[in-house]
């Protein structure tokens, strides 16, 4: 009697969802379906791929190596890590309009910002604006977390203190007169980045949160002079800052560095003779990398990028073949029953 109740209190109640009685939809695949579904579909990723490659083939893009290991090369004496505070100049033509707004990168090549360990090199806390972290940075840092003088660091770790620091600025030739084309530096960084994930110490002025510290030692300023311009674009939610903590996936990348959107290269970069002034800072030969800037425009699909409709193309097209294919296996095989 005892074990019939217990029974009775483990069984679940007699109702539709737990008797597993619910109204079901099982589709029937059959012939008539498949066939034109697979028809259906790959068409429209044809048709997507096509507008895809069609305009990132309209995108324009150049890019210029500056590394300076070509004898050569306008930067080949830069190259040198025994030369200090060295400028050196690219000249080039553009043929036809550069159509706006132009984007204005730094790549690199060979750089491996994924490297765990290097990613995890940093204090989050520092970075959020967190005074005592100034003090006693994380022990994550190391060996970027004190330096010879045992002072901390600030910002500490690996990630910081190999900021790109080569600076950019661009001419254009005009009846042998450079004129400065302007950059525009606001907003190149992820919106969450810049309100949200890295914050500065509320110390006013700046430097002061900054007392008994010492800046990243690959650094030539310390953090609240990154940029002696804007004191609103200083320590950790400077835009080049943010731009280079967004680590890269992989070890080829180019970072965003400006913005050509002002005064009469709004609608893009004119055809004519450009001069790019560069002062050459930043080491990659040490690690066989390279260097180069790159100019590229964007479209409604973003940056140039014939994989995405490559990609749509070649999976539409096997739609559309194993659909034909499966219309010839069916109108062979069929069973009389199935018609």
Request: charged fraction near 20%; include cysteine.
């Amino acid at each position: 009697m005892v074990k019939q109740e217990q029974e009775s209190a483990n069984r679940p109640d007699n109702t539709a969802f737990t008797q597993q009685r619910l109204p079901a939809w099982q589709p029937m695949l059959s012939a008539g379906i498949v066939i034109p579904g697979f028809v259906v579909i790959g068409l429209a990723f044809i048709g997507i791929g096509v507008a895809l490659f069609v305009t990132s083939q309209s995108i324009q893009v150049m890019e210029i190596d500056y590394t300076g290991v070509e004898q050569n090369s306008p930067c080949f004496k830069c190259s040198d890590p025994n030369v200090k505070n060295c400028v050196c100049q690219l000249d080039f033509t553009i043929n036809r309009l550069f159509e706006g707004p132009v984007f204005f990168y730094y790549g690199l090549s060979n750089y491996f910002q994924n490297y765990r360990k290097y990613g995890v090199s940093k204090d989050d806390d520092q970075l959020s604006g967190d005074l005592d972290s100034f003090k006693s940075p994380s022990d994550t840092c190391a060996p970027y977390q004190y330096d010879s003088n045992d002072k901390p660091i600030v910002p500490c770790g690996s990630i910081t203190n190999s900021m790109f620091n080569d600076t950019f600025k661009l001419h254009q030739i005009e009846n042998g007169v450079k004129n400065l084309v302007p950059f525009d530096g606001k907003g190149i960084a992820w919106w969450t980045d810049y309100n949200i994930k890295y914050r500065n110490p509320t110390v006013t002025p700046l430097r002061n949160a900054f007392n008994g510290t010492v800046k990243p030692i690959f650094w030539p300023r310390p953090a609240y002079e990154l940029d002696p311009t804007d004191p609103a674009n200083n320590g950790f939610i400077n835009q080049d800052f943010l731009v280079w903590m967004r680590r890269a996936a992989l070890p080829d990348f180019r970072k965003l560095y400006r913005r050509i959107t002002e005064g009469k290269y709004a609608q893009g970069l004119p055809a004519g003779n450009y001069s790019l002034e560069i002062a050459y800072n930043y080491p990659v030969l040490s690690f066989d990398g390279r260097k180069k800037v790159v100019f590229s425009n964007v479209s409604w699909m973003g940056g140039k990028n014939e994989f995405l409709g490559i990609a749509y193309l070649v999976i539409g097209s096997m739609c559309v073949v194993m659909s034909i294919v499966m219309l010839i296996v069916y109108a062979k095989f069929k069973f009389p029953e199935e018609e």
